[in-house]
């Protein structure tokens, strides 16, 4: 999205006539519609565009008003993000148990690496609680006992905080539609796996389980299925030694563990690479998969080019590409 766009998102039960009634109003007022997306998933309705508001014929209240209004009529909830409301854009991280991830964006936040703020740390059981205090954020246990989570509180608080970033960090629970759709294109996710292999829980498990001697791990945009998201980041390790030292099976547990001691730290730099690319402008994504824009600065997809410029530039079966092979007639 270009700087100088209005972000419109609204969202709520499907029914007929709901894009007429939102655009006409706002053809009305002198605004331009840029860019238009919308979906529905079981009985929700999801519609985002870019308008270009700079000539309308209204202020920027009034618009919020009418369309405020015309969301109470239609029951939807309407949000409309004017370019430069505020210098500062604001990330809430969710997170359940591990805390590795959230210490590695913590750190990055407070370093000036990541450019934006950390508003909130959003979980769905209480444990990280201390580490979000000791660095002065917001945290909202939105969990019952069993770790469930209130969605609608959940969306409270994304709205108070006027959250620009969504950022799963080790998130044990999968999002509802109703959140996806609010913050498509706005919600990353570390998954502790080379995806789309191994997608779900218990990746390192299901890894070892197959006898995988190159692991890895991804950060990627949430979609509705489960894991399937654009993939932005993916960083691979050699499996140690140790993790098949003897039977994995007969102490699953401890080979799970020295895996996750190599891939913790890879989870965090992946995630924490995935966030600053975002949050620079950095990476686009269209039609299941990311873009790194023409005017990307220092990040780029894939491997490094130190190593990318071992790869080999020619293919192995050179026989098929002899002119000589070539010219010989097909039958």
Same mark, same amino acid.
């Given at each position: 999205?270009?700087?100088? $766009? ?5 969202? %709520? ?70 370019? %430069? ?19 590695? $964006? ?21 444990? $990280? ?149 975002? $949050? ?52």
């Amino acid at each position: 999205m270009t700087s100088d $766009l209005t972000e419109i998102t609204v969202i %709520g039960g499907d029914d007929t006539g709901l894009i007429a009634r939102i655009t006409t109003l706002l053809f009305e007022r002198g605004i331009n519609i840029e860019d238009l997306d919308q979906a529905v998933q079981g009985g929700v309705f999801r519609m985002r565009m870019r308008v270009d508001a700079s000539g309308m014929a209204a202020t920027r209240e009034e618009l919020r008003a009418d369309l405020r209004e015309l969301g109470e009529d239609l029951d939807l909830d309407v949000q409309v993000r004017f370019p %430069g409301d505020r210098d500062t854009r604001n990330v809430a991280v969710m997170v359940t148990k591990e805390s590795h991830p959230l210490e590695r $964006l913590l750190a990055a936040s407070e370093s000036g690496e990541l450019d934006a703020e950390i508003s909130a740390v959003i979980g769905n059981h209480d444990d $990280l609680l201390p580490l979000a205090e000791e660095h002065g954020v917001p945290f909202y246990d939105i969990g019952d006992d069993g770790g469930r989570p209130d969605e609608e509180r959940l969306l409270e608080v994304l709205a108070d905080h006027e959250i620009d970033l969504v950022v799963l960090a080790r998130y044990m629970r999968i999002l509802s539609p109703d959140v996806v759709f609010r913050y498509e294109d706005r919600i990353i996710n570390v998954h502790p796996s080379l995806l789309p292999a191994f997608p779900g829980a218990q990746a390192y498990r299901q890894a070892i389980e197959k006898g995988v001697r190159v692991a890895g791990v991804t950060a990627h945009y949430v979609t509705t299925d489960l894991d399937q998201g654009p993939i932005i980041t993916q960083h691979a390790f050699s499996v140690p030694e140790e993790v098949y030292r003897g039977d994995p099976a007969e102490d699953m547990e401890a080979a799970v563990a020295a895996l996750e001691r190599v891939g913790q730290p890879l989870e965090a730099d992946a995630l924490l690479e995935a966030v600053r690319m975002h $949050l620079a402008d950095d990476v686009v994504a269209g039609r299941g998969r990311t873009h790194l824009r023409d005017s990307a600065g220092e990040h780029q997809l894939g491997l490094p080019e130190s190593l990318a410029a071992d790869l080999p530039e020619e293919p192995v079966d050179s026989y098929s590409r002899h002119p000589a092979r070539q010219a010989s007639p097909q039958k």
